[in-house]
């Protein structure tokens, strides 16, 4: 929270990126040390202390562009969250409909600020192009989802 760090989906840990605020011009940078966000049409989520060096804690969201300064290989496979459920039950109804057309289509547990989750997850893909392909595919069958790094 104190920290100039921010979380990103599939940006390999402590990778450092730019963050411009394109509504001000302001710039941090920043460290991505975790995973998120996880609604769409958001791009990266920044601790406090950054959101506060580009002005963003008042309004919370802001227009922002980011620029990779040092890139760390990402030795993780590319992965599509499909949903996130409260309910374990959901997650297994959902992974086992995916489970006809996917493989794998895993489960896995997250620790959220709004409490437990269970997350329903689509392939192991290498490469992320690959991952884009499931990914439109799955949006063609009134799948919304997400493409993240399928860390261990």
Same mark, same amino acid.
């Given at each position: ?76 496979? /590319?992965?599509?969250? #499909?949903?996130? &459920? =409260?309910?374990?039950?959901? $997650?297994?109804?959902?992974? +086992?409909? %995916? ?18 989750? /269970?997350?329903?997850? #689509?392939?192991? &893909? =290498?490469?992320?192009?690959? $991952?884009?392909?499931?990914? +439109?595919? %799955? ?14």
């Amino acid at each position: 929270m104190n920290t100039l760090t921010a979380a990103h989906r599939t940006l390999a840990f402590d990778t450092i990126v730019k963050v411009n605020n394109l509504d001000n011009g302001r710039d941090v940078t920043v460290r991505i040390n975790d995973r998120g966000p996880f609604v769409k049409d958001r791009i990266i989520d920044l601790s406090y202390a950054a959101a506060k060096q580009i002005e963003m804690v008042g309004p919370g969201t802001a227009k922002v562009s980011l620029e990779v300064l040092k890139m760390v290989r990402n030795p993780y496979p /590319f992965t599509i969250q #499909v949903a996130s &459920f =409260r309910e374990k039950a959901n $997650a297994r109804r959902l992974q +086992k409909d %995916l489970a006809h057309r996917y493989t794998p289509v895993l489960l896995k547990e997250y620790e959220s600020v709004e409490g437990k989750l /269970f997350r329903v997850l #689509v392939g192991e &893909f =290498r490469d992320a192009r690959q $991952a884009a392909t499931t990914l +439109k595919e %799955l949006r063609r069958l009134s799948y919304e989802g997400l493409m993240v790094r399928l860390d261990r």
